[in-house]
T-cell receptor
Framework: AQKITQTQPGMFVQEKEAVTLDCTYD???????LFWYKQPSSGEMIFLIY??????QNATEGRYSLNFQKARKSANLVISASQLGDSAMYFC????????????FGKGTRLSVIA | DTGVSQDPRHKITKRGQNVTFRCDPI?????LYWYRQTLGQGPEFLTY??????LEKSRLLSDRFSAERPKGSFSTLEIQRTEQGDSAMYLC?????WGPGSYEQYFGPGTRLTVT
């Protein structure tokens, strides 16, 4: 079974609007972490935001917030006030267990911001 | 903090040749990871190290692949007898020792391998 599922291959959003990128995960480990990375066309993976399984509050980093719904096993990324530079691939990822264990990535969502 | 570096950035090789990639992690990071990313997919884990010890290898890592981190600093990934299916972006990442605020894996720019 897929551990990380991103069901939106592509998304379009108008500049200055908010957009939500979906991510669901599957794990039986009570300790895990969820990540979102951005990959522009240049290929580098840019860390955006992290949510630990025991964190009580949803993570926020500037225009990025993570809508963490533990019971539903979802970790959606919300980007507010989209900018043209936000156009990129976005990957949801998970590590299981304690410590900096390897990440399991979803297939990604390509976001296109329209002027 | 100079970031994770990888060399070369691009490699074109003929099927059957051997290739070696290098990754230099951020200096104080003790964990180093190798991932492979094919077109249209997310990165897939290959192997990782804590200092010089190789902690885990994915079943994706066939016996043609070998990775080393001899002094716990830089790492090399070698592919022997390359096949066209090895064409991919090879990504290296590093992370700090586990602790508060140390969860992030920092990625390098990747080495794009094309096997002809």
């Amino acid at each position: 079974a897929q551990k990380i599922t991103q069901t939106q291959p592509g998304m379009f959003v108008q500049e200055k609007e908010a957009v939500t990128l979906d991510c669901t995960y599957d794990t039986s480990d009570p300790s895990y972490g969820l990540f979102w990375y951005k990959q522009p066309s240049s290929g580098e993976m840019i860390f955006l935001i992290y949510q630990g399984s025991y964190d009580q509050q949803n993570a926020t980093e500037g225009r990025y917030s993570l809508n963490f719904q533990k019971a539903r096993k979802s970790a959606n990324l919300v980007i507010s006030a989209s900018q043209l530079g936000d156009s990129a691939m976005y990957f949801c990822a998970m590590r299981e267990g304690r410590g900096n264990t390897p990440l399991v990535f979803g297939k990604g969502t390509r976001l296109s911001v329209i002027a | 903090d100079t970031g994770v570096s990888q060399d070369p950035r691009h490699k074109i090789t003929k099927r059957g040749q051997n290739v070696t990639f290098r990754c230099d992690p951020i200096s104080e990071h003790n964990r180093l990871y190798w991932y492979r990313q094919t077109l249209g997919q997310g990165p897939e884990f290959l192997t990782y190290f804590q200092n010089e010890a190789q902690l885990e290898k994915s079943r994706l890592l066939s016996d043609r692949f070998s990775a080393e981190r001899p002094k716990g600093s830089f790492s090399t990934l070698e592919i022997q007898r390359t096949e066209q299916g090895d064409s991919a972006m090879y990504l290296c990442a590093s992370s700090r020792p586990w602790g508060p605020g140390s969860y992030e894996q920092y990625f390098g720019p990747g080495t794009r391998l094309t096997v002809t």
